[in-house]
Antibody, heavy 118, light 110 residues
């Protein structure tokens, strides 16, 4: 059974940093692209970032480029999102999701809440 | 990259059919057959319902179907059931090598 479990969310002040993790199991993690998608309270889904199966290629939404870094450890079956220079508008539930054939998201974690507030 | 455009809400009675539209541009929906749809119940994670415009994952009811014409994709739900009441989001790959979601549509089953 495919499982994605996010962790690392919490309350952080504007300008602060946080690192999210996503532990994957039930599939060959190193064979799949992975993505982060976020959802602000009461709002819609927003794609954040994507990383290739071997970690050599990444993409970012304009709103986070230069502040967030996606990475992965295939030996530990874990996806990461390093978030720096956090802003109020980064407050959201962050979902880890598996990219299928690269272009859609077939499994999702339950999400981890990041709150940016002073 | 702007979000895809979806109606904020749609509604229908049990047994009826409804269609949710998803309008993009020639840089996303119009060029790529990589439109997918997701169902999200309150407080839950999204669930894949349709991928590559028309394909249904294993386990998803055949009451759900997808289509595309030009820059607009559509999700049709036939034989509406109470359990279909949820938020629905479309998504597309784009020419900028990023992904974009629609703003979401709240489906109410009357």
């Amino acid at each position: 059974e495919v499982q994605l479990v996010e962790s690392g969310g919490g309350l952080v002040q504007p300008g602060g940093s946080l690192r999210l993790s996503c532990a994957a199991s039930g599939f060959t993690f190193s064979s799949y692209w992975m993505h982060w998608v976020r959802q602000a309270p009461g709002k819609g889904l927003v794609w954040v970032s994507r990383i290739s199966s071997d970690g050599s290629s990444t993409n970012y939404a304009d709103s986070v480029r230069g502040r967030f870094t996606i990475s992965r450890d295939n030996a530990r079956n874990t996806l990461y999102l390093q978030m720096n220079s956090l802003r109020d508008e980064d407050t959201a539930v962050y979902y880890c999701t598996r990219g299928r054939l690269g272009f859609y998201f077939d499994y999702w974690g339950l999400g981890t809440l990041v709150t940016v507030s002073s | 990259q702007s979000a895809l455009t979806q109606p904020a809400s749609v509604s229908g009675s049990p047994g009826q059919s409804i269609t949710i539209s998803c309008t993009g541009t020639s840089s996303d929906v119009g060029t790529y057959n990589y439109v997918s749809w997701y169902q999200q119940h309150p407080g839950k994670a999204p669930k894949l319902m349709i991928y590559d415009v028309t394909n249904r994952p294993s386990g998803v009811s055949n009451r759900f179907s997808g289509s595309k014409s030009g820059n607009t994709a559509s999700l049709t739900i036939s034989g509406l059931q109470a359990e279909d009441e949820a938020d629905y989001y479309c998504s597309s790959y784009t020419s900028s090598s990023i992904w974009v979601f629609g703003g979401g549509t709240k489906l109410t089953v009357l």
